[in-house]
C-alpha cells in the first residue's frame, strides 16, 4: 500500500464520473452560470477501468464512485460492473443523492456495487425542497428503501448541515438509528470554488459540536463507538439502545487530516490531490497517448507521485480552500 510522505497509508480512491447533477444544493451547485464538461472531455467506463487497474497495481484497493450524480451517467452499470471484475477492489461503494435508485438499485447490485451513501439533508419535505431544491424527499427516500431491500447495506445517510435551512431537523434524522441499523452522518459545511455556494458555506456554516448538542438535548446522551476503520472520516458515536450510529464528519471544527486515505480522480481525467486543495496531476493525456499498455503503467507512476505530493492538510482555518474546483467537480 502506498505511504504518502507524511506516512499515511493511500488506499482509497474517489472517482468522480460526472460533473452534472439532477439536484442543486444550496452549497453545492448554483441554479445558474453553470458549465459541464463536454462529453469527449468525461473519462469513459473503459478508461476509468485503466486508472483502477492502475491504482489496483500500486496498493489501492477501496473505491467509491461519486459526481456530480453518479446515476445521471448512462453506462454507470458498465462502469461498476468493470471495477467490480477486477481482482484485488475490496470495496467499491456509491455516493448518491438516490433519487433514481428505486430503477437502478437491483442492476447495480447485480453489476457489483457493495454498498451506497445517500445525501439526504432533512427528513421535512419542505426543508428538502428548500434545501436540496429540485428533486423531493418521498422519491429520495424511495430511493433508499429500495436500496436496502436489494441489499446495497450498511445504507449510510449523509446530511450537510445548514444554518437557518435544516438545523433543526438533524434530531429527526439521529432518530432513524434509534429502529435501524443505519449511519446517519452530519457533514460540516466547507466552502469550496469561491462563488455564491462557497459564500453560503462560510455564513450557514454549523460546528458538529453544536449539532451534538442538539441531538443529545432531544434524544439523550450517546456513546463514541470505537471506528470500523481507523481512516474513517466520521466519529461515530450511539444513542443508548440504538441499532443505528451517528457519526459526525467535521473538517472544519476537528480536522482528520492525519489520518487521510484517500485520493480523488476528477471526471475529466485528473487526480486531485486534496479535496479543499488546487493540486492536480493530468492523468487522461496518459490514457489517450496510445501507450501500449493503454497507459496502465504510467498512470501507476503518476499515481505515486500523486500520493507523494498530497498536501499534510487543509488551510481553511486560515480562509484558505480549493479556488479551482467545487464541490459538484470532486464529489465531496
Ligand atoms: N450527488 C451525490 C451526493 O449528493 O451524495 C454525490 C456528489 S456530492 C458533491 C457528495 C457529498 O458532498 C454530498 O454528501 C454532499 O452533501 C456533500 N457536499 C456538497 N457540497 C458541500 C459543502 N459545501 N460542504 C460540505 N459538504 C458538501
Ligand atoms: Fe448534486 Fe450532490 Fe451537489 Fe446536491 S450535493 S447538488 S446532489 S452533486
Not at 445517510?157 to 435501524?180: F, K, P, Q
Amino acid at each position: 500500500m502506498p505511504r504518502d510522505s507524511f506516512n499515511r497509508e493511500i488506499n482509497y480512491l474517489r472517482i468522480s464520473v460526472i460533473d452534472n447533477c439532477n439536484l442543486r444544493c444550496v452549497y453545492c451547485m448554483p441554479l445558474q452560470g453553470l458549465q459541464f464538461l463536454p462529453k469527449p472531455d468525461l473519462l469513459t467506463a473503459e478508461e476509468i477501468e485503466r486508472v483502477v487497474r492502475a491504482a489496483l497495481n500500486v496498493g489501492f484497493n477501496k473505491f467509491r464512485l461519486t459526481g456530480g450524480e453518479p446515476t445521471l451517467r448512462a453506462d454507470l452499470l458498465e462502469i461498476v460492473e468493470r471495477i467490480a471484475a477486477l481482482p484485488g477492489v475490496h470495496d467499491l461503494a456509491l455516493t448518491t443523492n438516490a433519487l433514481l435508485l428505486t430503477k437502478l438499485a437491483r442492476p447495480l447490485k447485480n453489476a457489483g456495487l457493495k454498498r451506497i451513501n445517500v445525501h439526504l439533508d432533512s427528513l421535512n419535505p419542505d426543508t428538502v425542497a428548500r434545501q436540496m431544491r429540485w428533486g423531493s424527499f418521498e422519491r429520495i427516500w424511495e430511493g433508499i428503501i429500495a436500496a436496502e431491500e436489494v441489499g446495497l447495506v450498511p445504507i449510510k445517510l449523509n446530511s450537510v448541515v445548514a444554518a437557518g435551512y435544516n438545523e433543526i431537523d438533524v434530531v429527526d434524522l439521529a432518530r432513524l438509528t434509534l429502529d435501524r441499523d443505519w449511519h446517519v452522518r452530519f457533514i460540516e459545511l466547507m466552502p469550496l470554488g469561491g462563488g455564491e455556494c462557497a459564500t453560503l458555506s462560510i455564513k450557514r456554516y454549523v460546528s458538529n459540536i453544536e449539532t451534538r448538542r442538539r441531538i443529545e438535548a432531544a434524544l439523550g446522551p450517546m456513546r463514541e463507538v470505537e471506528p470500523y476503520n481507523p481512516s474513517d472520516e466520521a466519529r461515530n458515536y450511539r444513542l443508548a439502545n440504538a441499532r443505528g450510529v451517528i457519526g459526525f464528519i467535521s473538517p472544519v471544527s476537528e480536522p482528520y487530516c492525519s489520518t487521510c486515505n484517500r485520493m480523488r480522480l476528477t471526471a475529466d481525467g485528473k487526480f486531485h490531490l486534496c479535496l479543499l486543495n488546487d493540486d492536480e496531476l493530468d492523468v487522461r493525456s496518459a490514457l489517450r497517448a496510445g501507450h501500449p499498455d493503454g497507459g496502465v503503467g504510467q498512470v501507476s507512476r503518476i499515481l505515486l507521485h500523486a500520493v507523494e505530493a498530497k498536501p499534510t492538510g487543509h488551510h481553511l482555518l486560515e480562509g484558505r480552500s480549493t479556488k479551482d474546483r467545487s464541490m459538484y467537480q470532486l464529489g465531496g
